[in-house]
């Protein structure tokens, strides 16, 4: 979860428009007939041209690094096959090949006994989407967007933040993957967004700032990050521009964002007025936990939508709109709440609490006019090992986590976790009964 990191996994130690459909079919010439299913457009006339549109309000969902599985089959296709069952359309995945840390496709999504990762680790990035998970996932009929936490050939924490890095190498990892995205999935009716995870913390791991929203980042942080952003953004749109307007797909590059009220209320320099003017995005995601939750205004409903609306408009005040996407080239990278436990020493949610904080949520969103909202996650990736006899997660909290090693832990391994000792970052209990966030979110699927 975006406001955490206990694990220290995947933590480095979204003017009005017209509601739109997932996919519209746009007769350019002659006439065409479409049909719409299940999120995808199949055409059923020559020299018409399908056009992807970005919807309005949709809820999504991340899979990665869950601690529990169900299956044998491969981690990242059972998740898959989980979220769509439950009818989600729109999911993101983490897609990256290795850091040195547990940050890598092999971790993040085992194989369990499905034996489809390759023996040798895949050399870039288009090599990693050619592997059959990720082909599968990105293919599956039923699924209209994907989002790719990725990183391609440099990072910006570590000695990146301290001293001038060649981005080049990370361009041309983003302009080959996203034209293979744009040609291997052409006439799919898929969006694909390739984005960053939260900015201001990546810089806040490097810096120990991630906490600390009062502090003011260095210039030389900020360029260090507008400079890889940049070189991002310039290898996708290098890819578009080269495949030209490709039928029936999209890829879009994102950056994504962790703070917005320090800038709103202090007029602190963050990414979002500090880095996304420069780098110029074709979107913004924005993980809303300072808007959602961990700050004292949002008491009930009524403040907690408030809260949104106005981090939105923020974002919205800053983000360019190089492509002309309007109030759809934002979305929310990640929202999400413990259902057993607090967050940052406030009281533990009760679970009416996670469907109003929910709702909220999705209504902002929708009502704005934002493109996504992204659910933390499909399964806990916080969880902490059995307790037998203890009712809450609260009671338990001296008790040390899981290995960052250990996820997807199967049916009768003595260390999986249970209902009882997970956090509740979930749609899917370790039980395998859902959150009652599921109730509200398949209003927006």
């Not at 744009?182 to 898929?190: C, V």
């Not at 996304?276 to 009524?302: E, H």
């Not at 979305?331 to 020493?345: I, R």
Request: with cysteine; charged share 25%; net charge neutral.
């Amino acid at each position: 979860m975006g406001f955490t990191g206990n694990r220290g996994r995947m933590r480095n130690n979204a003017g009005n428009h017209p509601r739109l459909s997932d996919i519209r079919l746009r007769d350019v010439v002659g006439t065409g007939i479409a049909l719409a299913m299940t999120g995808c457009v199949q055409l059923f006339a020559q020299g018409d041209r399908r056009v992807v549109d970005l919807p309005e309000g949709r809820a999504g969902v991340t899979h990665v690094g869950g601690d529990y599985r169900f299956t044998d089959d491969n981690y990242l296709l059972e998740g898959v096959d989980k979220a769509v069952d439950m009818g989600a359309r729109s999911m993101m995945f983490f897609f990256q090949m290795s850091d040195g840390t547990p940050n890598t496709f092999r971790v993040q999504y085992p194989d369990a006994k499905a034996g489809l990762w390759p023996k040798n680790t895949p050399a870039n990035l288009v090599e990693l989407a050619k592997t059959e998970p990720f082909h599968r996932a990105f293919s599956n009929p039923k699924l209209s967007a994907i989002v790719l936490t990725a990183y391609g050939e440099a990072f910006p924490w570590g000695p990146h933040l301290d001293k001038k890095a060649d981005y080049t190498p990370e361009e041309n990892s983003f302009y080959a993957l996203a034209k293979h995205l744009l040609t291997a999935y052409r006439d799919s009716g898929k969006v694909f967004i390739l984005t960053n995870w939260e900015g201001e913390n990546i810089i806040g791991a490097k810096r120990k700032l991630a906490w600390n929203h009062e502090e003011e980042y260095s210039s030389s942080d900020l360029k260090a990050m507008e400079e890889w952003l940049s070189a991002r953004q310039r290898g996708v749109a290098k890819a578009r521009a080269e495949v030209g307007d490709a039928s029936g797909v999209k890829v879009y590059h994102a950056v994504t964002i962790v703070r917005s009220r320090e800038v709103t209320h202090r007029g602190t320099v963050r990414l979002i007025n500090g880095v996304v003017p420069q780098v110029r995005p074709d979107m913004v995601g924005y993980s809303c936990y300072d808007a959602m939750i961990t700050n004292n205004d949002v008491t009930n409903k009524a403040r907690t939508k408030a809260s949104m609306a106005e981090a939105l408009a923020t974002l919205d005040k800053w983000a360019p709109d190089p492509l002309g996407l309007g109030r759809r080239r934002i979305y929310l990278a990640e929202f999400g709440l413990f259902e057993n436990d607090s967050v940052q020493g406030r009281p533990p949610a009760d679970r009416a609490e996670v469907v109003w904080r929910t709702e909220a949520v999705m209504e902002a969103v929708k009502e704005f006019g934002a493109s996504y909202a992204f659910f933390w996650e499909l399964f806990d990736n916080e969880c902490k090992p059995p307790a037998p006899g203890d009712p809450r997660f609260l009671s338990m909290q001296q008790l040390p986590p899981l290995d960052p090693m250990e996820t997807a832990l199967g049916p009768g391994n003595p260390r999986r976790p249970t209902n009882h000792s997970a956090r509740g970052l979930y749609l899917i209990r370790p039980e395998g009964d859902e959150s009652v966030a599921v109730s509200v979110l398949r209003r927006y699927w």
